[in-house]
C-alpha cells in the first residue's frame, strides 16, 4: 500500500514536471505565434490604416468625403517630416485637388511608407528597447506593409518576376528573431541583436524601395541618420 503511494506521488510528480516544462516552452513560443499570425481584431483598427482606407474610399465613392479623410492624415505628415525630415505635403495636397483615386492611394502609400520607416528607424535609436514596445512597434511597421504596402510589392513581383515580397516577410522574420526574448524567470532568455535587426530592416527597406522607386529617399542610408544622433521622437500611435 506503501509502495502504491509512492508510486502514485513519483507520478505526480513527473507530471507536474512535465506539465512545467509544457507551460515554460508554450510561453517562449508564444510571441513567435501571435507575430506569425498578425494583428487581433482590435489591433487591426490601427488609426493610420483607417485613416490611409478612408481617403482610398472616398475617392473611389467619388471624391465626396477626400478632404476630411486627406485633413486627419496631417498628424502624420508632420511626424515624418519631423522625424525622417521628410515633406509630403505638397504632393498630398496635389493628389487631393486632382480627386484621382489613383494619385491619392499612390500618396496615401507613401505616408505609409515612411510611417513604417518612423517606426523601424525609432527602434533602430531605442536599441530594441524596452521589449514589449519593441515588440508592438515591429508588429505595426508589419501591418502597414500587410495592409497597405504588400498589394503593389506582389503586383510588382508578378510583373518583373522578382520576389521582394518573399524577401520583405523573411525579413520581417529575422527583424522579429532579433527582438531577443525576456524568458520566464530568466529562463531561455535571449538578448536582443541591434546589428541583425538593422540587416532585417535594410532589407525590407531595399525591396520597398524597388517597388516603390518614386517614393522620397532623402538619406543615403536609407534607414537612419548619424548613429550619434538622439532618438527621433516616437510615432503618435495612441493606444496601438
Known amino acids: 500500500m506503501r509502495a502504491q503511494r509512492s508510486e502514485r506521488r513519483s507520478r505526480v510528480g513527473v ?3 512535465r506539465s512545467l516544462l509544457l507551460s515554460v516552452a508554450l510561453l517562449a ?3 513567435s505565434l501571435a507575430f506569425t499570425q498578425g494583428y487581433s481584431y482590435e ?4 488609426p493610420l ?3 490611409a482606407k478612408a481617403v482610398i ?3 473611389r465613392a467619388g471624391g465626396a468625403g477626400v478632404d476630411g479623410a486627406v485633413e486627419a ?3 502624420d505628415l508632420v511626424e515624418i517630416e519631423t522625424g525622417l525630415g521628410v515633406e509630403l505635403g505638397p504632393q498630398v495636397d496635389a493628389a487631393q485637388r486632382s480627386r484621382d483615386s489613383r494619385r491619392l492611394a499612390r500618396a496615401v502609400a507613401e505616408v505609409v511608407y515612411h510611417q513604417l520607416r518612423n517606426h523601424l528607424e525609432h527602434l533602430r535609436k531605442t536599441d530594441l528597447s524596452p521589449p514589449p514596445m519593441a515588440r508592438r512597434r515591429l508588429q505595426t511597421a508589419q501591418h502597414y506593409y500587410t495592409e497597405i504596402l504588400s498589394f503593389t510589392v506582389r503586383r510588382e513581383d508578378s510583373v518583373h518576376g522578382t520576389q521582394h515580397h518573399a524577401n520583405v516577410l523573411v525579413a520581417f522574420r ?3 528573431d532579433a527582438l531577443g526574448s525576456e524568458g520566464l524567470f530568466g529562463f531561455g532568455s535571449r538578448d536582443p541583436e541591434p546589428q541583425s535587426f538593422a540587416l532585417g530592416a535594410e532589407a525590407v527597406l531595399r525591396s520597398l524601395r524597388a517597388s516603390f522607386p518614386d517614393f522620397k529617399t532623402p538619406r543615403p542610408n536609407e534607414f537612419g541618420a548619424d548613429p550619434a544622433s538622439p532618438p527621433p521622437p516616437p510615432p503618435n500611435d495612441g493606444e496601438r
Open 43 to 46: 489591433e487591426s483598427k490601427d
Open 73 to 75: 492624415l496631417r498628424p
Open 174 to 176: 529575422t527583424m522579429q
Open 49 to 51: 490604416i483607417l485613416k
Open 57 to 59: 474610399g472616398a475617392a
Open 29 to 31: 513560443i508564444l510571441p
Open 15 to 17: 507530471t507536474g514536471f
